[in-house]
């Protein structure tokens, strides 16, 4: 059977309207701040946006043949990818980069990765600084989830499109109806957005930065307004409340819901948020022993800088108070092993999530014990039940293609002439949605360095990462486009 085509391109469709509707938001921040640039560029995108979807929503006939899990892969890709395309649109419209530049940006925001291109971001008109930040919101929790939460959807199959776009091994059912579960999540964004913006205006921030870095922690992204990120404030306060939200931000939505209504023994029992806990934990602990030995802060300092940084990395949010390129090795080096780590699975996080992580360590734990004892049966547990072995052998999978494909990505950026760790670390920093590498792509600087082939191959790592490798992957591979299967 081939594909729902109809479906994909009145879903695409709705798209188009949504983004259309959300840019109306940094169009008022043109207008409020007086910026005829910011005017022009939105409203250039918007009114065709909307009019072009509306015309496919109404013309296109939906399909009565069943979405099936196919579709939704090439749906999710497809609407990143037009989301992507897009976006990026009014930054070229308004002058301000290049188009290559501006769709490196957007993906970057979409995919809540949080890398940038610009050097100075500071001379942006605030409404492409407000829309480059509401990226991040959209993406968080998902342009699909979005969509089918606020729009109406078709009739079938949703759960296969949700299932291809949610990031982590599994897709909990809190409601038998996909749009019950979709508002359900959404709520608890919202709940999580508005708590942030009222605590960021105590600490008497504009209603702009308020705004705008509440969309970078609770959608885990990073993009922020000024140059030096959160270092731009002083005090502990903003950090704090920044802080909260991004480890709030990489643990489950769904999660939170449940504990919501069946108690906080089930979020405190849950392994993977337990496990979550205890990687910034330990690593918070290290790294300001490590900063403390090496005389770089005091220890009230290295406690805070470091439990920020810690939580910006293994969230992949990406946000920075300090250049953390310039601490010892070993607090380097822990937290590029966070870049591996990644939130947790149903979070607004990227990476390769602590679930996998943890059963990973597992099944390396059951392969010592095997061969320690031959003959015993010896399973990879989970919150006390044996995993099914094809999905112990499909994280693996994920874990391996992964690595491979963040190294051999490095390898060809490389060719830009880079060194090794920079170039390096860009693809983990993109693959993983973490924004921020090491050396020439540090907190402090930027991607703006690398060639347009090496956006352009960046941007597509940023995308993979996000849809957790396997819906890219998936796209090129000829059974995946054979009608007969």
Known sequence: MGFNYNSVIIILGKLLVLIGLSMFLPLTAAFVYQEPEGIYSFSMVIFPSIILGSIIVYKVQPSLQVIKIRDGFLTVAAVWLLASFIGALPFTLAGS????????????????????????????????????????????????????????????????????????????????????????????????????????????????????????????????????????????????????????????????????????????????????????????????????????????????????????????????????????????????ALYLCGGCSGSTGGGIKVIRVLVILKFIRRGILVRLHPNAVIDVKLADKPMPADVVSAIAGFAFLYLTTTVISGAVISLDGFDLITSFSAAFACIGNVGPGFNLVGPVLNYSIFSDWSKLLLTLLMIAGRLELFTIFMLFTPRFWNKNR
């Open 97 to 336: 980069m290049t188009y290559v530049d501006a769709l490196f940006e957007m993906a970057s925001g979409f995919t809540t990765t949080g890398a940038s291109i610009l050097t100075d971001v500071e001379v942006l008109p605030m409404s492409l600084l407000f829309w480059r930040s509401f990226t991040h919101w959209l993406g968080g929790l998902g342009i699909v989830i979005f969509a089918i939460a606020l729009l109406p959807q078709l009739n079938i199959g949703g759960y296969n499109i949700v299932r291809a776009e949610t990031p982590g091994p599994s897709f909990e059912k809190l409601s038998p109806k996909l749009k019950d579960q979709s508002r359900i999540l959404f709520i608890v964004y919202m709940v999580m957005t508005i708590s942030e913006i009222i605590l960021l205006k105590l600490g008497r921030l504009t209603w702009f930065e308020s705004l705008v870095y509440t969309f970078g922690s609770v959608g885990t992204g990073g993009f922020a307004p000024y140059n030096n990120s959160v270092g731009h404030f002083n005090g502990s306060y903003v950090p704090i409340v920044i802080t909260i939200f991004m480890a709030m931000g990489g643990g489950s939505l769904s999660l939170y819901y449940s504990s919501f209504r069946f108690g906080i023994s089930k979020l405190l029992r849950d392994s993977e948020f337990k496990c979550y806990l205890a990687i910034i934990t330990l690593s918070t602990l290290a790294i300001a022993i490590d900063l403390i030995l090496m005389n770089v802060y005091t220890s009230g300092i290295a406690l805070r800088e470091s439990l920020f940084q810690v939580t910006s990395i293994i969230t992949t949010t990406g946000y920075a108070t300090v250049d953390y390129d310039l601490w010892p090795t070993f607090a380097k080096c822990i937290l590029f």
